[in-house]
């Protein structure tokens, strides 16, 4: 396995729609999937889409404990032990026109936090590497990942669905302000 370079905001294939897979198992597929792991483990991701390792298919990988739910702060990128989802040409909808904001940060966008609107309950589906369907509902945390990284197979950035364009900045600033001053509410 190798760790991959990860492309940063103003690189354009971070604003491309990515290909479409057509033909599964594929090996190459798999080696990017197991070096897409390595490479989200060793930068403490959650998720990683490949068109954010210079590589644009639809694949998706992410990690959310069984138990975070959307009451529940869980550090996931202090435990190397949660399953990480492989995801291959998915697709997803809302199931509940519910929103929540909250915050996120991106591999692609280091250092950087923002306040976004997502759907609270999605359903999700997708192939795995030997072109099984793989089909899920998902809410609070694990919907906001998903939708995160489906996004970036979209050329989609979180920050073009931030809640408040002012909720945009670096992470410790945003940790600094924005966290302490809403806690006190």
Request: glycine share 6%.
């Amino acid at each position: 396995m190798s760790i991959l370079k990860i492309a940063k905001l103003g690189h354009p294939i971070l604003h491309s729609k990515a290909e479409v897979i057509k033909n599964l198992p594929d090996l190459e597929i798999e080696k990017l999937i197991n070096d897409m792991s390595e490479t989200m483990l060793d930068a403490n991701g959650i998720g990683l889409a490949a068109p954010q390792v210079h590589v644009n298919k639809q694949v998706m990988i992410f990690r959310v404990p069984k138990e975070a739910d959307e009451t529940e702060k869980v550090d996931v990128t202090k435990d190397d032990n949660i399953e990480i989802t492989a995801l291959i040409n998915p697709k997803i909808k809302n199931i509940s026109d519910d929103t929540a904001n909250d915050w996120e940060g991106c591999l692609s966008i280091p250092n950087m936090s923002g306040l976004v609107k997502r759907f609270t309950k999605i359903e999700y589906e997708g192939l795995d590497t030997n072109g099984n369907t793989i089909k899920k509902y998902a809410e609070g945390l694990h919907a906001r990942v998903v939708q995160h990284e489906y996004d970036h197979l979209m050329g989609i950035l979180y920050i073009n669905r931030l809640a408040d364009i002012r909720a945009f900045g670096f992470t410790n600033e945003i940790e600094n302000y924005w966290k302490k001053n809403n806690e006190k509410k």
